[in-house]
């Protein structure tokens, strides 16, 4: 069976078991083909905006004989899919402001789909936000550490009697709701290079500052109570 890295493992846990499964910017097909071959799909569509990454995805479908199952499909974002067309969508290893973008474009699509699992790149706050402006659901969250970078994924759902409604506060869309009710390991692990990084920044603004940065120390003085907070629970949680 094909062996995936932490960070598409976690992806395809989120994904759970559906019968057609969407990849955007599937690049080597790994997650549809993983997830055929463990019997959690029944088919699936791998998709991207380049004909190269498409042709590597189609050389790894052959090589577990999986062409009846698994279509190729040229794609910019969802372009190329119609609502109802899976039951599950992934969008994973891209930065957040172009995964915004994607789910805007085609949010009829976004929106019929049962399930979405998202793990965007970059600008994870500004991400959450959006899901919750937009009526999307967090329902599931999971946090993994590979090759030096923390990853984050999620699993989200629309609703349309959620949209506008504010549920999180910013501290969990900083740093995800449920990685923080679960406590989860390794966004400990996350806090504590953060809290190590800022105090680093801070250090530095004292010792080398030649202009006034007052406001900006003011800020990752707030951002490290913030963390310690955070920390506290668990701390709390041993005890």
Known sequence: ?????????????????????????????????????????????????????????????????????????????????????????????????LMMQILSQKEETAHAAGRLVLQPQSELFAFRCFLEEQGYDIMEEDMVYEDGKFYSMMAAEYSETAAGNKRFSDTELKYGPLLIRRRHPVLRNYLLHQREQKEKI??????NAKRDVSQRKMMIRKELTEIEQLLQMWKEQVT
Do not use: F
Request: net charge negative; glycine share 10%; charged share 20%.
């Open 1 to 97: 069976m094909l062996q995936l890295s932490k960070r598409l493992q976690a992806v395809a846990d989120l994904a759970g078991n559906s019968g057609i499964l969407a990849d955007v910017g599937t690049d080597h097909g790994y997650i549809p083909v993983y997830l055929l071959g463990c019997g959690k799909i029944q088919k699936a569509i791998a998709m991207d905006i380049n004909q190269g990454p498409l042709m590597r995805a189609l050389e790894h479908i052959r090589q577990y004989d999986m062409e009846d199952l698994i279509e190729t499909r040229l794609s910019d974002g969802l372009s190329e899919l119609l609502p109802t067309e899976a039951d599950t969508i992934v969008i994973a290893g891209m930065g957040g402001a």
């Open 202 to 207: 801070l250090a530095s603004l004292e010792k």
